[in-house]
Nanobody, 126 residues
C-alpha cells in the first residue's frame, strides 16, 4: 500500500548538516503517521523522530531534540529529516517508516510501523 524510498544520506563532518528525504508511493500517504529510525553497526534499530499524518504533531528522542527536525509535505508524498549539529554517534543507517493512522497520533514503537524503506547511510566523521 505504501512504498518508501529514502535519500540524502552521505558523509559529513562533525557539526555539519544533512537533510534526509523519504519519497512515498501509494494513495494513503496523507493518512499515515511517519517515523524515522536508525541502526548503527552492532546495535538495535532505534527511534529518532515521528510526525503525525497531518504534520501537526512531532516527537523526538531526547538525543536529537533541538538538532533534528522532522517535516512532511503531503502534496508531494514526501517527508524529511533535517539534521543539524551532527555528532559521530549519529552515524547509522536511517530508515523512514509509516503506518496507517489518520489521527493525530505519533509513535516511537518500532513494531507499530508496517511500511519501511531500504535505508540510507549517514556517516559523521570527527
Amino acid at each position: 500500500q505504501v512504498q518508501l524510498v529514502e535519500s540524502g544520506g552521505g558523509l559529513v563532518q562533525t557539526g555539519g548538516s544533512l537533510t534526509l528525504s523519504c519519497a512515498a508511493t501509494g494513495s494513503v500517504f496523507n493518512v499515515c503517521a511517519l517515523g524515522w529510525f536508525r541502526q548503527a553497526p552492532g546495535k538495535e534499530r532505534e527511534f529518532v523522530a515521528a510526525i503525525s499524518a497531518s504534520g501537526s504533531k512531532t516527537y523526538y528522542v531526547d538525543s536529537v531534540k533541538g538538532r533534528f527536525t522532522v517535516s512532511r509535505d503531503n502534496a508531494k508524498n514526501a517527508a524529511y529529516l533535517l539534521m543539524n549539529s551532527l555528532k559521530s554517534e549519529d552515524t547509522a543507517v536511517y530508515y523512514c517508516a509509516a503506518y496507517i493512522w489518520g489521527g493525530n497520533a505519533v509513535s516511537f514503537e518500532l513494531h507499530q510501523y508496517n511500511f519501511w524503506g531500504q535505508g540510507t547511510q549517514v556517516t559523521v566523521s570527527s
